[in-house]
């Protein structure tokens, strides 16, 4: 039976110090290695868990070349033998954005789990030594696969992910999907089944991360007009996401701007800009619907379909 877990650090809250333990804001992110995370959990001595530093940076940076090099470490790891899962903390900005990216390029057989904290490591209330211990249960569960966040007690799948809160520590929700299950002392408490998929493959993103084709958001709301997407299109965007409004409604004065890029070849993706809930019966002729994704995971689905042309 494979037992070893690995740990691949990126950074974050989880890794901030402040220099006042009652400062919950005014904190520098990613300043403690993963090897210190690892030592500030002692129910994790004595495991067999080997810790490798990724990236070290605040995830509102996040960047395509940290998420080839991540998606290969990770993959690297899982096709040992000898490793049951792999555990990435990560800054909790774009926490849900690296969980999609990750799913759809690896969709491992293996559980991956992306974990971090809402408080930096020198709070008085840190959050990052639980989370990350509820993080590896996670990673040593038979039978769970696909990456998901673990996060405040819950274990989130990557389609469903969300951050919803800006401040409070348990920041992240499934919405109607609900968590696959909750870790309570140390033991899961399943509600549904693991995510899985059809990996792309890392070949899909074997590109010089600079060359990656450039995918911008632009959004519906009241007063917009085509300025933006005609000046995206021109820039050199080569694939636009519209955040549209409730069931993917769009603005009369948008549009039309958004029909010419697409016939102009910057294809358009549309989904809601609502928190909540999916395009319900909405049929791509006006544009591509991409039905139950967020924006950000619409960006990434539309560069990784571009990806598949090289680059
Ligand atoms: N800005 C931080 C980050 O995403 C926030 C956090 O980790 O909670 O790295």
Redo the contacts with the bound molecule.
Sequence with gaps: MPSTVVILGT????A?TASNPADNVGYT??QRSVADLLAAVPALRGQAIEAEQVAQ??????DHATWQQLAQRAAFHLARAEVCGVVVT??????EETAWFLQRVLAPAKPLVLT???RPATALQTDGPQNLLDAVTVAREAGACGVVVVFAGQVHAAQDVRKVHSYRLD?FSSGDAGPIARVEEGRLRRHRTWPVGTPLGLARIAFEPASWPRVEIVSSHAGAGGAMVDALVAGGAHGLVVAATGNGSLHNALEPALRRAATAGVPVLRCTRCAGGALVGVSDAMLPAAATLSPWQARIELMLSLLAGGG
């Design positions: 950074g974050g809250t989880i901030g992110a990613a940076l605040d995830s509102k940076d996040m990560h800054g909790t900005d774009t926490m971090g904290a809402m920041a």
